[in-house]
């Protein structure tokens, strides 16, 4: 079968995920789920970590061409580094800025380097039959609005704490966020924003030791 990146490998209740968002309405993102919501230019988006421990995957995608997203290869170039800071400014494979960080509480740790999980990744670790995955929670909010991807970009790992050694090696760590850490982000262009709360249970980059639970967000 010849891949198609828009094609989940399996489901989960994100496929029945409500398809949008109100204005300033706080909304959860159950445990390994994902939601898509649309933000317009000006607009700013929190992701809220209530338990501290949850790794967000996020994504932005150009409203109304989604082959433009926000690209963490572009944006390591555009910013000379690996790490990100408040007042960055995430870019897209076109090089445009599209994702400003206006407020983190957290202590600023969050991964631009590791691609997100799916379902063969859950296989080469070991997982018997189908496991939640980032890639099909992407996948799954965007069909909930009506969205096709044309590729499952690398996305901006909030929360996840990878530490990249000086040789260059690196090692999956706990997130250092503590309860009820959030980070605001402003749109530079009309996007769709997708999160995904990693249901990575296999290694502990969601706490050593501790389930994958919710995450919240709002646009405002
Ligand atoms: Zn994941």
Not at 42 to 71: M, Y
Not at 119 to 126: P, V
Not at 147 to 158: A, D, G, L, M, Y
Request: with cysteine; hydrophobic share 35%; aromatic share 6%.
């Amino acid at each position: 079968m010849p891949y198609t990146p828009a094609h989940p490998d399996g489901t989960n209740a994100t496929q029945d995920a409500p398809a949008s968002a109100q204005f300033g309405e706080t909304v959860t993102i159950p445990a390994r789920q994902g939601r898509a919501v649309r933000v317009a230019k000006g607009q700013t988006i929190t992701v809220i970590n209530p338990r501290g421990n949850q790794v967000c995957d996020f994504w932005a995608l150009i409203d109304g061409s989604p082959a433009e997203f926000l690209s963490m290869e572009h944006t390591r170039t555009a910013l000379g580094r690996i790490y990100v800071r408040t007042s960055d400014v995430l870019v897209t494979n076109r090089r445009r800025p599209l994702i400003e960080i206006i407020e983190d509480t957290s202590p600023g740790v969050h991964d631009t380097v590791i691609a997100c999980c799916d379902a063969q990744r859950y296989e080469q670790l070991g997982a018997e039959g189908y496991h939640d995955n980032c890639a099909d929670n992407f996948r799954m909010s965007l069909a909930a609005l009506g969205v096709t991807p044309t590729h499952v970009p690398s996305p901006f790992n909030i929360w996840m704490n990878i530490p990249v050694a000086a040789d260059g090696s690196y090692t999956w760590e706990a997130p250092v966020s503590k309860p009820g850490d959030r980070i605001t982000l402003r749109a530079h262009e009309d996007c769709i924003c997708v999160m995904s709360a990693c249901p990575q249970d296999m290694t502990p980059v969601n706490g050593v030791g501790v389930m994958p639970c919710e995450l919240a967000f709002r646009v405002v």
